[in-house]
């Protein structure tokens, strides 16, 4: 089984603003690009994925993207995180009706390919099933086989939400870096720990926090 995966980038201008005791104004609109390109070259590599959509009305983060070889859908509803991602996963649909879908967090830069695979191979298993972040309080990833509603409750508690959703949580060890999203100067510390994708590794050397 081969997924689609709709990945939301919201302006980056507006990007991380959690990340201001790290990295500054000036900085952070390109990190948060960076941490959006290594997630989406890593889902492209993943032999699971049959595609990434990327849903966002920033022009800078669309061509880059387009560029790595995702499309591109437009944030219409421009209604927040959840409406983003149901609309990118309708146009999915429309082209697709019996594909298989998966909203992926775009702030996963130490992301690996076979990780990915792992669960979402796990995720094929149930009709909606999600992937708690690595503090345990979030969602980094949420599936829908086809047929299925994707039902996003992102935001403040997502892990509960989901549970209490339907979707089936997924209990998997090894998967760290499908876990491991970047909203906070510690956060990005597992990250780089883990190991970041070239162009997260290329802005953050510039931020000197490596071991502080």
């Known amino acids: ?19 201001s005791d790290t990295a500054h104004d000036g900085v952070r609109p390109g990190l948060a690009l960076a941490f959006a390109q290594d997630t989406v070259a890593a889902a492209l590599a993943c032999p699971a994925v049959a595609g990434v959509a990327v849903v966002t009305d920033d022009a800078q983060a669309g061509r880059a993207l387009a560029e790595l070889g995702a499309g591109v859908v437009p944030d219409e509803p421009g209604d927040g995180l959840n409406a983003a991602l149901a609309h990118g996963a309708a ?3 429309a082209a697709h009706p019996r594909s298989p879908v998966a909203a992926l967090n775009a702030d996963l830069p130490a992301l690996r ?12 298993q149930f009709p909606r099933a999600f992937l708690p972040d ?6 980094t990833l949420l599936a829908a086989a086809p047929g299925r509603e994707l039902a996003p409750a992102f935001g403040t508690d997502s892990r509960a939400r989901h549970r209490a959703s339907g979707a089936a949580e997924l209990r998997l060890d090894s998967v760290d870096s499908v876990r491991q999203d970047v909203d906070t100067g510690d956060d990005l510390r597992a990250a780089l720990a883990l190991g970041v994708g070239p162009r997260t590794a290329a802005v953050a ?3 000197l926090i490596v071991g502080q």
């Open 1 to 19: 089984m081969q997924w689609t995966l709709v990945v939301p980038v919201k302006p980056l201008a507006r990007a991380k603003s959690r990340l």
């Open 91 to 93: 146009f999915v649909r």
């Open 113 to 124: 390919p076979a990780e990915l695979t792992r669960v979402l191979t796990a995720a094929a």
């Open 134 to 139: 690595a503090a345990g309080i979030g969602t």
């Open 205 to 207: 050397a510039r931020l």
